[in-house]
Antibody
Framework: EVQLVQSGAEVKKPGESLKISCKGS????????IGWVRQMPGKGLEWMGI????????RYSPSFQGQVTISADKSISTAYLQWSSLKASDTAMYYC????????????WGQGTLVTVSS | DIVMTQTPLSLSVTPGQPASISCKSS???????????LYWYLQKPGQPPQLLIY???NRFSGVPDRFSGSGSGTDFTLKISRVEAEDVGVYYC?????????FGGGTKVEIK
């Protein structure tokens, strides 16, 4: 069974750094792209970027390029999303998801990690 | 970026009745490889999105056959033949022919 399990909710202050994780299991982690999707409170879905854990090839949405860093550690089947300096506007639910074998859409999703940034 | 426009914004449906959601893209989603990169997701309350339909009309594993997708080019439709209580939530279309993939604004479906 394919599973993506994300790290728990975080409460941070503006300016702090953060790294959240997404652990894949039940499939060959290095053979599928993993992506991150943001959902701000009460809003829709925004595609942030994807990484191919096999070779760490990474693509970002221009809206998120330079704002976050996506990485992966294939030895432990885990992808990461990190911020060096959080802003209040980063408050959102963040989902990781696996890109399906057809290469276009996300087929399996993590449960989400709620990030709250508040002074 | 490709703009995805969904209508209606919300839908209230009697159980057992059909429902239909439209999604229009600002550019054709037909790729030179012959595939059309249009997907449908359902986000049930308090849950992550789940894939319903991929490449316009293919039901994902485990998706009931009351869900169907159709369309081509820039115009797409998701139909639920007989709405059930478990179908409540927000439905999103998404394109991935061009980076960055973009989602429609969502259609909220509720039960009357």
């Amino acid at each position: 069974e394919v599973q993506l399990v994300q790290s728990g909710a975080e409460v941070k202050k503006p300016g702090e750094s953060l790294k959240i994780s997404c652990k894949g299991s039940g499939y060959s982690f290095t053979s599928y792209w993993i992506g991150w999707v943001r959902q701000m409170p009460g809003k829709g879905l925004e595609w942030m970027g994807i990484i191919y854990p096999g070779d760490s090839d990474t693509r970002y949405s221009p809206s998120f390029q330079g704002q976050v860093t996506i990485s992966a550690d294939k030895s432990i089947s885990t992808a990461y999303l990190q911020w060096s300096s959080l802003k209040a506007s980063d408050t959102a639910m963040y989902y990781c998801a696996r890109l399906g074998s057809s290469g276009g859409g996300f087929d399996y999703w993590g449960q989400g990690t709620l990030v709250t940034v508040s002074s | 970026d490709i703009v995805m426009t969904q209508t209606p914004l919300s839908l209230s449906v009697t159980p057992g009745q059909p429902a239909s959601i439209s999604c229009k893209s600002s550019q054709s989603l037909l790729h030179s490889d012959g595939k059309t990169y249009l997907y449908w997701y359902l986000q049930k309350p308090g849950q992550p999105p789940q894939l319903l339909i991929y490449e316009v009309s293919n039901r994902f594993s485990g998706v009931p056959d009351r869900f169907s997708g159709s369309g081509s080019g820039t115009d797409f439709t998701l139909k639920i033949s007989r709405v059930e209580a478990e179908d409540v939530g927000v439905y999103y279309c998404m394109q991935s022919i061009q980076l960055p993939p973009t989602f429609g604004g969502g259609t909220k479906v509720e039960i009357k």
